[in-house]
């Protein structure tokens, strides 16, 4: 298993709709269990394919990230079959998007269908932070970072925030 690096915006791959996995086979397992590493690694409650450069719909989530009691989900190839009407409003984070908090409004529930780490279909309920981790990651299969839900001028300004602390690392 390895850390892989997490692409940041304005990578114009986090822009890409991201393929259907096919099969799960060994060069798919060692990507989930690379991106399971990478999530941890960086803190992340969540992490998309896309966000280590491979434009396949792959998802982990551990919404619980407690060290003593790591609980990694994988969800390839997921839908979304249900989305409440009612709506939460609740600040987000992304890893390719640092440093930027912002409040987004999502379903407050959701149903899902996904294969798991064995390819095998299952069904998942979900509300409150693990229904918004997985609107966010679902999200970046398809090419949608949080800060697009915001309006443009906080948008703009949160992009202007990021690129200056990339140019500000960068001097550093
Ligand atoms: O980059 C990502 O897609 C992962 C992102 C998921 C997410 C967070 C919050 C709301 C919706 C989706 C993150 O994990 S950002 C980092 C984060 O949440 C966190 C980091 C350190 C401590 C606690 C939380
Ligand atoms: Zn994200």
Redesign the pocket.
């Known amino acids: 298993m390895s850390v892989r690096p997490i692409l940041i915006a304005p990578d114009p791959r986090l822009k890409l709709v991201s393929e259907p996995v096919t099969g799960v086979d060994d060069h798919i397992r060692t990507l989930v269990a690379d991106m399971i590493e990478t999530m941890y690694d960086a803190?992340?409650?969540?992490?998309?394919a896309i966000?280590v450069g491979v434009a396949r719909r792959i998802l982990v989530l551990d919404v619980e990230?407690k060290e003593e009691r790591r609980n990694p989900r994988v969800f390839i190839n997921p839908i979304i079959t249900w989305s409440s009407e009612a709506t939460a409003v609740?600040e987000?984070?992304?890893?390719?998007v640092p440093e930027i908090w912002d409040e987004v409004e999502r379903s407050q529930a959701i149903k899902a269908e996904y294969l798991d780490a064995d390819g095998n279909l299952q069904h998942l309920e979900a509300e409150g932070?693990l229904a918004?981790?997985l609107q966010?990651?679902m999200d970046?299969l398809n090419g949608v970072l949080?800060v697009d839900h915001l309006s443009k001028l906080k948008r703009s300004m949160a992009l202007k925030k990021l690129a200056k602390a990339k140019k500000l690392k960068k001097a550093s």
């Open positions: 803190e992340g409650i969540g992490l998309a966000q990230q609740m987000e984070g992304c890893l390719s932070i918004v981790c966010h990651e970046h949080f």
